[in-house]
């Protein structure tokens, strides 16, 4: 027998709970190339970087995640990552928005 809309959800969730600790993963070594721009004299903001991002992220997309999708879910973290990369370089906390978000978005269980 199929699994039913719970187990489905269930699953679903416990997916979205890796891929938030996977960005988790990915904002700290963000953090880190922060590090190493601000002690190089390096702007935090890469156009080439993320524009070489998206083509890999378009290319690399399997059904039924189209390229495009792809590349839009990538752009948020892309600006949220730059954002954070910022305040990490200016030595400001990375919780600005955070609280915002957190209040906002329902937690997952």
């Known amino acids: 027998m199929a ?6 959800r269930v699953s ?5 709970r890796e891929i938030l600790e996977l960005v988790a993963r990915r904002l700290e070594l963000v ?3 922060g590090e190493v721009k601000r002690s190089l004299g390096l702007a ?12 890999k992220v378009a290319a690399a997309a399997a059904p039924p995640l189209t390229a495009a ?6 752009q ?4 949220e990552s730059r954002a ?5 370089m200016a030595g400001l906390p990375a919780s600005d928005g955070a609280a915002r978000a ?3 978005q329902p937690k997952l269980r």
């Not at 999708?69 to 990538?74: L, P, T």
């Open 84 to 88: 954070l990369e910022q305040r990490h």
């Open 76 to 79: 948020c973290i892309i600006e």
């Open 44 to 55: 935090a903001h890469d156009p080439a970087r993320e524009r070489d991002l998206l083509d």
């Open 3 to 8: 699994p039913g809309i719970p187990q489905l």
């Open 102 to 104: 957190d209040s906002a």
């Open 12 to 16: 679903i969730d416990i997916l979205d």
């Open 31 to 33: 953090m880190k190339v």
């Open 69 to 74: 999708m792809a590349q839009r879910i990538f």
